[in-house]
């Protein structure tokens, strides 16, 4: 079986292993959500993002599309839930920004220091979109300190750390299956790495995973975000005895 024939028999098994119930946070912010995507394919802002961002998103990279739409909708859903003691037509304001640094913060994620690169192309493509320069500020302060272990201060305004924390705990949600389910190939296949490889950095792979677990920012991330981990790392530990199989390395 050669190597492209592993990676799809890897990841259709890795689809297999994915758990009957979905994180309970798709459960308690069902309304949250359901927000998030009527805002996400219905406002003018969104849309126009949307067109912006698409030649920017290397789909080849696990950071495409899918996952920009992901982040930006469950951002835009935890900007929503934290923003409510400030106000529900703030909250949704910031619901929005949240939607519009979940578009933006991964187009330049093949660069080196991609999260300033991000921010810096984010001020201008929102140039001349209806926002203030607060507004702007905030969405491509957001997406500049969106990495994880980057020592970027975060906002002191709390309107702009509700942004922040927002997009930094929808984008690792990504973390959890999402990363074995879809990432993890599309990363390999985009290195061309060989199946032993592979291997060799799982152990490395699963110890950053795990090392994301109490870094979320928002108390709705820090509730929720450690079952999207937790759940990633039962699969990821599955996937590497397979891995290891293929390698010729089961014991």
Not at 9 to 27: D, G, I, V
Request: glycine residues 6%.
């Amino acid at each position: 079986m050669n190597r492209d024939d592993i990676l799809a028999r890897l990841k259709t098994e890795s689809a297999a292993l994915l758990p009957e119930s979905p994180p309970t946070f798709y459960r308690d912010f069902e309304a949250e959500l359901a927000w998030a995507r009527e805002t996400f394919f219905t406002h003018p802002l969104a849309l126009r993002c949307q067109d912006d961002v698409l030649p920017f998103l290397n789909d080849r990279y696990g950071h495409g599309t899918t996952h920009a739409k992901k982040v930006a909708i469950e951002a835009g859903a935890i900007a929503l839930a934290e923003g409510l003691p400030l106000g529900i037509m703030e909250a949704r304001h910031l619901g929005l920004l949240a939607i519009l640094a979940g578009l933006l913060h991964d187009t330049c994620r093949l660069e080196g220091d991609h999260a300033h690169r991000g921010a810096d192309l984010a001020h201008v493509i929102l140039r001349d979109y209806p926002l203030t320069d607060e507004h702007r500020t905030m969405v491509a302060e957001a997406i500049r300190c969106h990495e994880a272990f980057c020592d970027v201060p975060l906002p002191l305004d709390e309107a702009a750390r509700i942004v922040a924390g927002a997009l930094y705990d929808a984008d690792k949600f990504r973390w959890g299956p999402d990363n074995f389910v879809t990432t993890l190939w599309e990363i390999c296949n985009y290195q061309e790495w060989d199946i032993c490889q592979i291997a060799d950095r799982f152990p490395a792979g699963l110890q950053v995973i795990e090392s994301i677990r109490d870094t979320f920012r928002t108390p709705t991330g820090q509730i929720y975000g450690p079952e999207f981990i937790d759940l990633g790392l039962v699969m990821g530990k599955h996937l590497y005895q397979k891995i290891q199989h293929y390698c010729g390395r089961a014991s």
